[in-house]
């Protein structure tokens, strides 16, 4: 099978002040990607927008709350879509110098941590990320072959593609956003917007998961790893 893995990420610049990081990986078979898309551009034609409104959690609101529950419902009624989430946690204790890296090494770092759990060497798999800056070609390509040296796959046929896109042109990338706001809104702990504290209720629920916890590795439909950075022995 070939499947198509779509990511998006929240809080994750390195002096922006959040205690966390969120990176979320919306995956599914890519023969029906095209179906997909489809039926996210008809959920928002259905709330009175345009098919090339882009999905975003920061456009959350309560006037416009019924569209996102509905995409978070599609996301949950389609057996075919799948999430994982990396919740990174305590971000103002990480200390670089002390691993040889900066702050952008250790966010591919947290990629290949959401992505090899996701990966199968019986399977092929075409990863998207949203486009984070002009000078992320050399890092996206590091972490295919980190990614590739992990399951032995020298050949490099497991992982066919790993690229950057713009999330107005891609819907997958855009639900990735609205699941990985979600998380990231309560594990941030606020409560200052009613139509997204909605949507984390309604994910709550339909996850049946609290959602500020590890889940069991083997979860499929809505998994989350809660990452912790290693304090150095005093």
């Known amino acids: 099978m070939n499947y198509s893995i ?7 610049l390195e002096g922006d002040h959040h ?3 969120v990176l979320g990986a919306v995956w599914c ?3 029906l990607t095209r179906a997909i898309f489809n039926r996210i551009r008809e959920i928002k034609i259905r709330n009175g927008l345009s098919r090339e409104f882009e999905v975003k959690w920061t456009k959350v609101s309560p006037s416009k709350n019924q569209i996102y529950r509905d995409l978070l419902d599609y ?5 075919h879509l799948h999430f994982r989430c990396l919740v990174a946690e305590n971000k103002y204790n990480l ?7 900066d702050h952008d090494t250790w966010y591919y770092k947290m990629y290949f941590n959401l992505l090899k759990v996701i990966l199968s060497p019986h399977d092929t798999f075409r990863i998207y990320l949203d486009i984070k800056d002009t000078r992320s070609e050399s890092k996206v390509a590091k972490l295919r072959d980190v990614l590739s040296n ?9 992982i066919e593609r ?10 997958l990338i855009q639900l990735a956003d609205l699941l990985t706001g979600t998380i990231s809104y309560l594990n941030r702990g606020i409560s200052t917007n009613e139509g997204k504290l909605a949507l984390v209720t309604r994910m709550q629920e339909r996850s049946g998961y609290q959602l500020t916890q590890t ?4 979860e499929e439909k809505l998994n989350l790893f809660k990452w912790k950075p290693v304090l150095p022995k005093s």
């Open 6 to 12: 779509y990511c998006d990420e929240s809080c994750h």
């Open 19 to 21: 205690p966390i990081m």
């Open 29 to 31: 078979p890519t023969s």
């Open 75 to 79: 996301f949950f009624d389609d057996d």
């Open 95 to 101: 200390q670089h110098t002390l691993f040889g890296q």
């Open 150 to 158: 992990n399951m032995y796959d020298f050949q490099r046929r497991i």
């Open 162 to 171: 790993i690229q950057t896109v713009r999330s107005h042109e891609v819907e």
């Open 215 to 218: 889940t069991l590795l083997k």
